[in-house]
């Protein structure tokens, strides 16, 4: 049996505002394995958002244990950290988070520029990216010369310029209709087939459905975590393991 | 898994598998030194001086004022002190000077005044003359008038008249271009003869050639005077042009001019003394004190009414003074500088607040903390560097003009320059530093969070 790609542990999230404070998260816990495609639901506010930003390591849990690729996150450095959401790591944001005043290619050359790649490499990757989301022949367009369903794919080309192994999407349909939400959709498809861990927060119900697995929050907690069909044996276990921790 | 999903990827431009693959294993095998490279550091931070143009000039305009102001007061300043310097090396520095009052206190020989009473005669020159030795090469007493009229035929000018001897020329080092000096006949018969500056001859004589002009005649105070010579072209100075000099026996200036007395002797403004070898000057110099003590029957040093000083003395005192005028006007320019420095800060912290969110994305993919604090500080100090070039640029050519307009060697001194570009550079580093760490320091989640 395959060891997790990551692994959460009663993972807590407290946001302190003054006097009061705020517990986003009340513990927590879930495995993700290689080649998953997962999907992360819950109403408003159930701590989403929150629960992605720890697993991108671009946030801490205030208490518990989050382990990737057999390392504590905790100990860390924040050199550490920058490389492996660098690398390993790709983040699509809900609200895109494309630099404005960079054009398309730029933007996806992002990454590829703090990993220290060569100007010819990069150019060339970040073409390969922008030619698979069939934005290419935008290239030197500006974000806001684009419609809001290309910032998305730019978003994405950008998330996969680094080949990660691991890919987060918090609500990447969410701002899009339907058909150019399915259109992300399928791209991710194709991704996970080639064997990208991924992990889609959501609130559409048709977007978990095409997804293996869905893990349901509420209020901080873990709700559900059911795994759809066509499941596969290693998952079964995971699963099993999963449901005893969260219950 | 959905077919209309499968259809809709479909729609995306088809790729070959097989040349993907390949392509994707290109790309992992590219070297890469997982550092965001110095090349790509700084076109960040020029992209972003260059978005905000007129922010950016307006930011290093603090900058650019600081330096030209150091560059230009300090090359001004030295460009006046080597004239000093030229003119008192010009004499050389075997002369000594005698004049009136006491104490020390310097001043190039133009702005000796005796603030008290004259006490330095014709009487004391003769008595030096009569007891010179071969140490001694030349002695010329001298009384200077102020601003004269002068007149020949219809031409009018003003000049300066200064009674002297003869040895004048050898002491105060001022030549000839034709004619002669006066003669010692002149002197003692009072005649009415002069040597004249250029300046002096092109007024009054447009037309006429410093050969052709000796044995012409000029009206000093209505009263004629021939031109016996014409002395040769000087080096002006920032006091005053010797070119508008006319020189005339000082028998004839006491007897023409004006005259004042001392204990019923003529006084005169000054005695210089040259002295043949220049490894003579301090002998002479305690010499020539005594020999004034004795005439003036003083006994006691405290009570002399009269100095002797020696040209190198003089000069020190006189650069002493520039050095500490340069150094001090450099430094009210510096503190603009400085001003400019926090010009920089305050338009740094503004650009991390307005950037936040930039920074909370690159952090999200993968910008370390030091990428970010080098992105924001090579901004500072290429806003500052490229100020500190223009600034130099306009200093040097600010010393240009005003050298010319003051008539002073330009004196761009390169340490001036070096330590001016330096420390904008460094308040580029230092005042860019905290705003840069500030970004440096940004948490990625609060910035992307940031509206
Ligand atoms: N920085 C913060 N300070 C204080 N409270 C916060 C902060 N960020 C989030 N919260 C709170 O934590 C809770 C969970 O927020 P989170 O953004 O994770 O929700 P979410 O599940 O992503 O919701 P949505 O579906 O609306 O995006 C919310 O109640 C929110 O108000
Ligand atoms: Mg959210």
């Not at chain 1, 992605?52 to 924040?78: C, K, P």
């Not at chain 1, 990069?122 to 290239?139: H, N």
């Not at chain 2, 601003?147 to 030549?175: C, F, H, R």
């Amino acid at each position: 049996m395959t060891s997790p790609v990551l692994s959460l542990k009663n993972i807590k999230k407290v946001y302190v505002m003054g006097e009061s404070e705020f517990w986003a998260l009340k513990g927590v816990s879930f495995d993700l394995y290689e080649g998953e495609m997962v999907a992360l639901m819950g109403p408003s506010g159930s701590g989403k958002s929150t629960m992605m930003n720890i697993i991108g390591i671009l946030d801490n849990a205030t208490e518990g244990d989050y382990i990737l690729r057999g390392e504590n996150v905790s100990d860390l450095d924040e050199f550490d950290r920058a490389e492996i959401r660098n690398a390993y790591i790709g983040f699509i944001f809900q609200s895109f988070h494309l630099l404005p005043r960079l054009n398309l290619l730029e933007n996806v050359e992002v990454p590829l520029t703090y990993a220290g790649y060569a100007p010819r490499v990069r150019r060339d990757r970040a073409l390969d990216m922008l030619e698979k989301v069939g934005l290419a022949d935008k290239r030197r367009n500006l974000p806001s010369q684009i419609s809001g369903g290309q910032k998305q794919r730019v978003a994405v080309a950008r998330a996969l310029a680094m080949n990660p192994a691991l890919l987060l999407a918090d609500e990447p349909t969410g701002n899009l209709d339907t058909q150019t939400g399915n259109e992300i959709m399928g791209l991710f498809h194709k991704l996970n087939d080639e064997g990208v861990t991924v992990l889609i927060v959501t609130h559409e119900a048709e977007i978990a459905e095409q997804t293996k697995r869905s893990i349901r929050l509420r209020d901080g907690l873990l709700e559900t975590d059911q795994v759809h069909k066509q499941v596969r044996p290693q998952l079964q276990g995971a699963q099993r393991q999963e449901a005893g921790l969260a219950s | 898994m959905s077919e209309l999903i499968r259809k809709q990827a479909q729609l995306l431009p088809p790729v070959n598998e097989a040349e993907d693959l390949e392509e994707f294993i290109r790309f992992e095998d590219e070297p890469r030194s997982g550092r965001l490279s110095f090349a790509e550091i700084l076109k960040i931070a020029w992209r972003s001086i260059r978005a905000n143009m007129l922010r950016s000039i307006l930011t290093a305009l603090g900058v650019i004022i600081g330096v030209a102001a150091v560059v230009a007061l300090v090359s001004v300043g030295n460009g006046v002190r080597q004239n000093v310097t030229n003119r008192f090396s010009s004499f050389g520095t075997n002369l000594l000077t005698i004049s009136s009052g006491q104490g020390g206190g310097g001043g190039p020989p133009g702005l000796v005044r005796g603030g008290g009473a004259q006490t330095v005669t014709l009487a004391d020159a003769e008595g030096i003359a009569a007891l010179a030795d071969k140490r001694i090469s030349g002695i010329a007493p001298a009384l200077q008038s102020n601003s004269q009229q002068i007149k020949a035929g219809s031409n009018n000018t003003t000049a300066t008249l200064i009674g002297t001897w003869p040895d004048y020329e050898t002491v105060q080092n001022a030549p000839l271009q034709a004619g002669s000096y006066f003669s010692s006949d002149d002197l003692d018969k009072r005649r009415r003869v002069a040597v004249i500056g250029t300046d002096v001859l092109t007024e009054l004589f447009p037309d006429t050639t410093a050969s052709a002009l000796i044995g012409q005649s000029i009206k000093i105070a209505n009263i004629s005077y021939d031109v016996v010579g014409v002395l040769k072209e000087q080096a002006t100075a920032g006091f005053s042009n010797p070119n508008s000099n006319i020189i005339i026996p000082i028998n004839t200036y006491l007897q023409r001019i004006e005259r004042s007395e001392y204990q019923g002797e003529p006084t005169v403004r000054s005695i210089a003394v040259h002295v043949t070898d220049a490894r003579d000057v301090t002998a002479v110099e305690t010499d020539l004190t005594t020999l004034m003590a004795n005439l003036h029957e003083k006994t006691n040093s405290a009570d002399y009414d009269f100095n002797v000083r020696n040209q190198a003395a003089q000069l020190e005192s006189v650069t002493a003074v520039f050095s500490t005028l340069t150094l001090f006007l450099g430094a009210i320019a510096g503190i603009s500088l400085l001003v400019g420095g926090i010009g920089i800060m305050n338009i740094m912290l503004v650009s991390v607040t307005e950037r936040t969110r930039e920074i909370g994305v690159r952090k999200a993919l993968g910008a370390k903390p030091r990428d970010i604090l080098s992105q924001f500080l090579l901004e500072a100090i290429l806003l500052s560097c490229v100020g500190g070039l223009i600034g130099i640029s306009i200093g040097v050519i600010i010393a240009y003009f005003s050298t010319k307009a003051l008539s002073v060697p330009l004196v761009v001194s390169l340490p001036s320059i070096v330590l001016a570009f330096a420390f904008s550079a460094a308040v580029g580093i230092f005042f860019g530093f905290y705003p840069a760490q500030r970004a440096a320091k940004l948490d990625p989640v609060d910035s992307l969070r940031y509206e």
